[in-house]
């Protein structure tokens, strides 16, 4: 069909089934609409690249491309939607240039474009067998360690709520790991992966499952927080990302105040050592995270020699009277303390 005919009405379906209960628009029911049918009348352009890719890998699962609709977006190009019968390829384009996405879907799982042609062969037909085996969808996704294209496609796929109950049980540890992993080496450069973790968690509870593990909480306490107790975590960093934590999710900040407590003589020794000199500074900081852990006095010695060292080193001594208050408000009452206390005040 030419550009020049026109259709007057659609012939294919006004939502297109990506999986689950998701649908997307058929641009050829919008206003510009510019081309409907057969994908081999239609010139791709640019996108020319990604219709042989796409095609190939159908071939070799016995299926080929079989609708297009095709609308002229307002940014110029064109947004058009591809389907096959296990592969459906979205060209969505913005209202401005460069405002587009490039994506399929497979398996009820949206891949970008560009990752699903560097797939190998195995991975590609594992996705387009048009099997509804979720050992198949299991291989195809987790196998990347990409746990969050794990979840959203179990969510949006066609499997019953049993099968995705079972494919989480079944890779429960994995799971926990791999939000461990996301998260120990990237409290800094990507705080953000903590909400992402966190929205992953809820999205299964609003879908109606509710596993006991795959919570917020057990997340934290039985594989997160172990596993910053150990070397090289468990230093004058790990302050540093508990308070990442408590920023990014409010509502862990009970939880961290428990782990903090729960490992007083660890945490203390750790800011003691610490080769720049902030206890005082760092002492402060993990009783603003709700450190107030009483049993303090086998380290009352080492605790004392601390303070005394930070104001010997140009330390600002109202840090130090802030740690010092700081810790008398948790309960430490040791005279050593106040007469520390008082020597600041009356220089002050």
């Known amino acids: ?20 209960k998701r649908t997307i628009p ?145 890779n429960k540890e994995l799971i926990l790991k791999i939000f461990t992993g996301m998260i120990l080496y990237s409290f800094h450069d990507r705080p953000e992966l903590l909400k992402t973790i966190n929205n992953l968690i809820k999205s299964v509870q609003k879908y109606g499952i509710n596993l006991n593990w795959l919570t917020l909480s057990y997340w934290l306490e039985n594989d997160l927080f172990p596993s910053l107790e150990k070397p090289p975590n468990m230093s004058t960093y790990f302050i540093r990302n508990m308070e990442i934590l408590v920023r990014q999710l409010p509502e862990s900040k009970e939880l961290v105040a428990n782990f903090l407590n729960s490992i007083a003589g660890t945490l203390i020794l750790v800011i003691i050592n ?25 380290h009352k010695k080492d605790i004392i020699k601390a303070i005394l060292t930070s104001m010997t080193k140009n330390i600002d001594n109202s840090k130090i009277l802030d740690s010092i208050i700081a810790l008398q408000k948790s309960g430490i009452e040791w005279p050593e303390l106040t007469t520390i206390k008082n020597s600041i005040e009356s220089d002050q």
Do not use: C
């Not at 069909?1 to 689950?20: D, F, L, N, Q």
């Open 26 to 170: 058929n641009p050829a029911y919008m206003p510009s609409v510019k081309y409907e049918g057969d994908p081999s009348g239609y010139n791709f352009g640019a996108q020319q690249k990604y219709f042989d890719e796409f095609s190939t890998a159908l071939a070799r699962n016995g299926q080929k491309f079989t609708y297009i609709g095709v609308a002229k977006s307002k940014a110029g190009p064109d947004t058009f939607v591809v389907i096959s019968p296990t592969l459906i390829w979205q060209k969505y384009e913005g209202y401005s240039p460069g405002g587009g996405t490039n994506n399929v879907y497979a398996l009820g799982n949206k891949i970008k474009a560009t990752d699903f042609i560097k797939f190998d062969k195995q991975k590609q037909d594992m996705l387009l067998s048009g099997t509804s085996s979720i050992e198949s969808f299991e291989q195809a996704l987790l196998s990347e360690k990409n746990v969050s294209k794990y979840i959203k496609g179990l969510l949006n796929s066609n499997f019953d709520k049993a099968e995705i109950i079972k494919s989480l049980e079944k």
């Open 1 to 20: 069909m030419k550009i020049s005919e026109i259709i007057t009405e659609a012939t294919g379906p006004e939502r297109i089934h990506v999986g689950g």
């Open 274 to 298: 610490d080769q720049y000199g902030k206890f005082s500074e760092n002492l402060m900081r993990l009783v603003n995270l709700g450190f107030h852990y009483n049993g303090l006095d086998h």
